[in-house]
C-alpha cells in the first residue's frame, strides 16, 4: 500500500488556504465568494474530471486517433441549505473534436469512469457519477 501526504496552510487571510505538491505544484484554496482559489467542493469536482480526462486521453492516444480539443463539462448537484452540503450526484460530459469514432469515444470513456479513475472510485459508493460521450 503507497501513502500520500499533502499539507494545507492557512495564509493568514480570511479563508484562503495553500497546498503545495510534493513535485512543488501550488494548489491554492478559498471560501465561497473568495478570489484567492477553487473551494474545497471545486477541487473536487474539477479532479473528478481531470482524472478521468487524463485515463480518456491516455487510452484515444493508445489508438492513435487524431483529435483536438478533448475536455470535460462537470456538473455536481449539491443540496442549498444546510450543512454539509455533499454531492448528491456528479455528471460528465466529455467531449471531442476530430476523427474519433463515437463507439471508440464510448469505449475509453467508459473504461475511464467505470474501470480507471481513481478519484470516482474514491466517490462511487457515496456520490452516483453519470456520463456522456460526444464527438464533435
Known amino acids: 500500500m503507497s501513502e500520500m501526504s499533502l499539507t494545507v496552510t ?9 497546498c503545495t505538491t510534493p ?12 478570489t484567492f482559489g477553487a473551494t474545497p ?15 480518456v486521453n491516455l487510452i484515444l492516444a493508445k489508438k492513435r486517433l487524431t483529435y483536438s480539443n478533448l475536455r470535460v463539462e462537470c456538473v455536481g448537484e449539491r443540496p442549498s441549505e ?11 460530459v466529455f467531449r471531442v473534436d476530430g476523427d474519433v469514432p463515437q463507439k471508440a469515444f464510448d469505449d475509453a470513456v467508459r ?12 466517490l462511487r459508493k457515496a456520490t452516483p457519477v ?4 460526444r464527438v464533435g
Open 111 to 122: 473504461l475511464s469512469v467505470e474501470k480507471y479513475c481513481s478519484v470516482e472510485a474514491t
Open 23 to 34: 513535485e512543488g505544484v501550488p494548489l491554492r484554496f478559498d471560501a465561497d465568494g473568495g
Open 41 to 55: 467542493m471545486q477541487h473536487l469536482l474539477a479532479a473528478t474530471g481531470a482524472c478521468a480526462l487524463m485515463d
Open 10 to 18: 492557512h495564509t493568514g487571510k480570511g479563508f484562503a488556504l495553500d
Open 82 to 92: 444546510g450543512t454539509p452540503k455533499p454531492f448528491h450526484g456528479i455528471k460528465l
Open 130 to 133: 453519470a456520463f456522456e460521450a
